[in-house]
């Protein structure tokens, strides 16, 4: 059954928003009956819900089936449009702060093609964290975000990247050999997940995700940062957030149009 988040508004208001949620979901619509399962609520509760909203084009009904209409769309994309990409990622970034304990970050791609760029953060409370300001700018190939975004450039700039970028070695874990570099970018474009260890600073060490849009292209990162010994013993668990996390993000970011994303940052 459909479960609606704690509410004390009226119950019409809570059906609204549960169906709108049970809708998102389902690409074949849903009809009138599976409505009212999915939600637990009487048909007769709902038939007047659904014809106010199809009347106001937020639903429309094809072959007995509901699904999520133009009006809608039109106003999620409006919210969205008019949100930054920091405010947009702010409580997935919190969440991921307090399910790993670690510090949590988003980044994307420098205007340059040739770092990285930490657009919002939400900062551990640990007395000993990772700690990086908003705006930093990093080197792709030696972390885990910069690899991340790195393995999902476009061909032809990741190529020249490669060619023309001398890499220099910051400890002894960074990767200085180019063919094994173009490795890691090939398994991590396989599964969506970056790791790094001591390879930017000894002692520190991350994990990060790609949140991607619905044509698979990277629409930014999300990364855990911590102590080495904390984030390599709670890796698999903090892979499992991240990738719940970016999940969430793609379809909230990956909803809006590309040139939309880009201009709100």
Not at 27 to 43: V, Y
Not at 44 to 51: A, F, I
Not at 118 to 144: C, I, N, W
């Amino acid at each position: 059954m459909y479960q609606h988040m704690a509410t004390s508004g009226p119950q019409s208001v809570r059906r609204i928003l549960d169906i709108f949620r049970a809708l998102a979901t389902r690409d074949r619509g849903m009809t009138l009956a599976s409505i009212a399962q999915e939600l637990g609520a009487p048909k007769t509760s709902l038939v007047g819900l659904l014809n106010g909203l199809t009347d106001g084009g937020y639903l429309v009904r094809e072959d007995g089936a509901y699904h999520i209409g133009q009006e809608m769309f039109v106003l999620a994309t409006q919210i969205l449009a008019n949100m930054h990409l920091p405010e947009l990622v702010a409580p997935s970034l919190r969440r991921l702060m307090e399910a790993s304990g670690e510090t949590a970050l988003a980044g994307q791609l420098a205007h340059d093609d040739q770092t990285l760029l930490y657009f919002a953060k939400e900062e551990s409370t640990h007395p000993v964290r990772y700690t990086a300001p908003v705006g930093k700018r990093d080197e792709l190939y030696s972390t885990a975000m910069g690899k991340l975004l790195l393995a999902y450039m476009d061909p032809a700039k990741q190529k020249r990247y490669l060619k023309d970028r001398a890499l220099q070695g910051y400890t002894s874990r960074t990767i200085l050999d180019k063919a094994e570099l173009l490795r890691q970018l090939q398994a991590i474009r396989e599964t969506g997940i970056s790791q790094s260890v001591d390879e930017r600073v000894v002692g520190s060490s991350a994990i990060a995700a790609a949140v991607t849009g619905k044509d698979g292209t990277l629409l930014f990162g999300l990364g855990l940062a911590g102590p080495t010994e904390r984030m390599v013993a709670a890796s698999a668990a903090h892979i499992d957030v991240l990738k719940q996390e970016a999940a969430t993000m793609k379809g909230l970011a990956g909803s809006l149009p590309s040139n939309i994303l880009g201009s709100i940052l």
